[in-house]
Every structure is written in C-alpha cells, then in structure tokens.
C-alpha cells in the first residue's frame, strides 16, 4: 500500500467503557515490529520532521489530539487525530510531521521495523530526490 489512509478499528461500546484492539496485518497492511509513544509534548512542539526508507508506521491518538502533516513528494495533506479507535497509516517515503498536540496527549506508533537510524530521512532535498526518480 503506497497511500496514507484513515484506517478503523474495531471498537466494542460497553458501559463500563468502551474497547479497541489492533492485530497486525490484521487491521493494518503490516506485522508490527516495534511500538513506540509520544507524550508530555510542550505547547506549540512539533514532532517527527523526517522520512523512513523502508519502515511503514500507524498512528493512533490514544488520548488527546494532535495534527499529523503528511508530504508524499507530491501533495501534502493533515490528518486530525483524536480518538483510539482509528489511526493513520502513513507508508514509507513520506514525509511526516506531527504538531497541534492537546495537554496530556498520547500518540502511539507502530513500526513495520525495529530501531534503525539510518532508516531515516532527515534531509528533505535528499527525500525529495528519492520521491522523483
Ligand atoms: P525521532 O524518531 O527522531 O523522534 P521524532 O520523529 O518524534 O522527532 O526519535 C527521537 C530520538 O529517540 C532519536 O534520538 C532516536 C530515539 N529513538 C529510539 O531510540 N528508538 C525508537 O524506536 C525511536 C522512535 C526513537
């Protein structure tokens, strides 16, 4: 899959408080490797600001809000998340950042890959590059 999209998940309402779940390649186009968090992000931060080479990740905002900006090399586009039952598949070779977060935010993040530092794009002329050829 090579387009960012809103995915659902399964949500079972209770009235003793409601219950989402997430199976890898499941729900989402891809085993997870490795799940990372953000939190006690400051007013006005702005998180990621980089690529990935090969990973693919899904984020959900598990509690609170945030904006994650997406650039594909072609158009940019803003997804508001704000509840643990859905998330945003975001493939590799996009380009993402992630701002606006509400107090007490948590955004979690699955990884296709574990931790590789040189999986990262960090330069956006060289990411643009790569999306053109
Ligand atoms: P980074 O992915 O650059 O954060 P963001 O994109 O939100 O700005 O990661 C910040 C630091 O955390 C960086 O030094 C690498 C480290 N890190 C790990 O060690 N393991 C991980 O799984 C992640 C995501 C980051």
Redesign the pocket.
């Known amino acids: 899959m090579n387009e960012s999209e809103i995915i659902n998940l399964p949500k079972i309402e209770d009235d003793r408080g409601n219950l989402s779940f997430l199976e890898g390649a499941s729900h989402i186009p891809f085993e997870i490797k ?1 799940v ?1 968090w ?1 939190y006690d992000v400051p007013g006005g931060e ?5 690529a990935f080479r090969e990973s693919c990740e899904f984020i959900i905002a598990l509690s609170g809000s945030f904006d994650v900006v997406l650039y594909d090399g072609q158009k940019e586009t803003r997804h508001h998340l704000a509840r643990g039952y859905y998330g945003l598949y975001v493939p590799k070779l996009v380009w ?1 950042s ?1 701002e606006n977060f509400s107090t007490n935010s948590l955004a979690l ?1 699955c ?1 296709s890959t ?2 590789h ?1 040189d999986d ?1 794009l ?1 330069d956006f002329n060289e990411f643009k590059g790569l999306t053109h050829e």
């Open positions: 490795r990372y953000i702005t998180r990621g600001g980089h993402r992630m993040i990884s574990s931790y530092d990262y960090r």
